[in-house]
């Protein structure tokens, strides 16, 4: 234990402090943390609402997607999160000489600041699990949910007026719907066969469901179709003419998991052949951000607790150490960002990922447990008056 936690202090008494403290630091923190959430989840529903309007997906489906987001974004919430609430709270002791009268007693810096390490802690731990096991389940779950709303075609809906896109190559234009659901005004260009690519439209046709899928029926109208390489042009004009949805439609085997749907193994074991250099990258780039993300916690923490307990009390407030303090924030956050840019550009900038998670934690246990000493004001000399 450093030196001077316990100097001159009642364990019992110094324990209720800590408890006292870490009450207000946890609950600030949640409220910061749903909040944050919250205003997350309403904006990230909004990229859904496409697949509600044409692809028919259900409000369970919808709540299903969106909290299966969620966990990627805690990540990033909780230190932010933490970070606020170390701020604020100690910045409020500090105002209402709290603190001053806990340095009194005996407190050191590493003592105060041991409420707010807790937390941290567990906020890391937490991290940790939500980078190592949670995310990925969740990311892979999103990602199999999304491709299989926006490749199942067994409930197609056909918007007026727009040009309906479904899978690689099939789109769809139709200018109105009448009552009973017949379709008027149909265009279809089909590139499905980069080779073969055919134009269609048709004065009315109607959607039609059957075992081997939806299918488009198109009466009275023309079949247009280029051949590739002597520009010839063919049309055909018939009476009924079917396309087919199935070839429109992928396969789950087809569909690529990126590198936040890896498992910790997969990441380690990848093979460069397999996925190409720039894939690679990503994959080794992932695998560290897993390990350095949660570190941030402490990271920021270190960072709020350095600046205001060192602080000296002032009437005029805290004001320029808040400042300094998410100064110190911001500029880490932008050098993390900065470090996973370069490091996916080159893997041989990958220590500055850990570089710069580890430095505010040293730097802000070293600064707690050997604190700046305060320049105490000279005494006045008493002057012989002269008389």
């Known amino acids: 234990m450093p030196p001077g936690i316990m100097d001159g202090y009642n364990p019992a008494a110094m324990n209720g402090i800590t408890r006292y403290i870490l009450r207000q630091l946890t609950v600030g923190m949640l409220l910061v943390s749903i909040a944050l959430t919250l205003v997350l989840w309403l904006t990230q529903s909004l ?52 603190l001053v009268v806990l340095r009194a007693a005996g407190l050191s810096h590493w003592a105060l600041g041991r409420p707010a390490l807790i937390l941290a802690l567990a906020a890391t731990v937490l991290g940790f699990m939500l980078t190592t096991w949670i995310i990925p389940n969740t990311v ?20 007026e007026g727009t ?86 439609s992928g396969t789950k085997a087809d569909r690529f998991r990126d590198a936040r749907e890896r498992s910790i193994g997969e990441l380690i074991s990848v093979d460069e052949r397999e996925v190409g250099s720039s894939e690679y990258r990503r994959f080794k780039v992932e695998l560290h951000q897993r390990v350095t993300s949660p570190l941030y916690n402490l990271g ?31 500029a880490t956050q932008a050098a993390a960002l900065g470090a996973s840019n370069l490091t996916t550009s080159r893997l041989a900038f990958l220590p500055l990922m850990y570089l710069n998670a580890l430095l505010p934690v040293c730097a802000g246990i070293w600064v707690l447990l050997n604190p700046p000493r305060r320049r105490s004001r000279a005494p006045a000399v008493n002057r012989p008056v002269e008389t």
């Open 47 to 98: 990229r859904f609402i496409e697949m509600i309007v044409n692809k028919g997906l259900s409000i369970i489906g919808f709540l299903t997607l969106t909290m299966l987001l969620m966990p990627t974004f805690l990540v990033v919430i909780i230190p932010i999160s933490l970070f606020a609430v170390v701020l604020f709270t100690y910045n409020k002791l500090n105002a209402d000489r709290e």
């Open 140 to 159: 892979r779950s999103f990602r199999e949910i999304q491709w299989t709303v926006r490749n199942d075609l067994t409930n197609v809906l056909l918007q």
């Open 163 to 248: 040009f309906n896109k479904f899978g690689e190559g099939l789109t769809i234009y139709v200018r109105s719907r009448s009552a009973s659901g017949e379709l008027m005004g149909l265009l279809v260009h089909d590139r499905r066969n980069p080779t073969k690519a055919v134009t269609l439209m048709a004065e009315r046709g109607a959607l039609v469901y059957t075992d081997a899928g939806p299918r488009v029926l198109m009466a009275n109208g023309n079949r247009q179709e280029v051949t590739p390489g002597t520009g010839k042009f063919s049309l055909l004009y018939f009476d009924s003419y079917t396309v087919d949805f199935a070839t429109a």
């Open 300 to 330: 920021y923490t270190l960072i709020a607790l350095a600046v205001l307990l060192t602080a000296s009390f002032s009437r005029r407030g805290q004001g320029a150490h808040v400042m300094l303090a998410v100064g110190l924030m911001i």
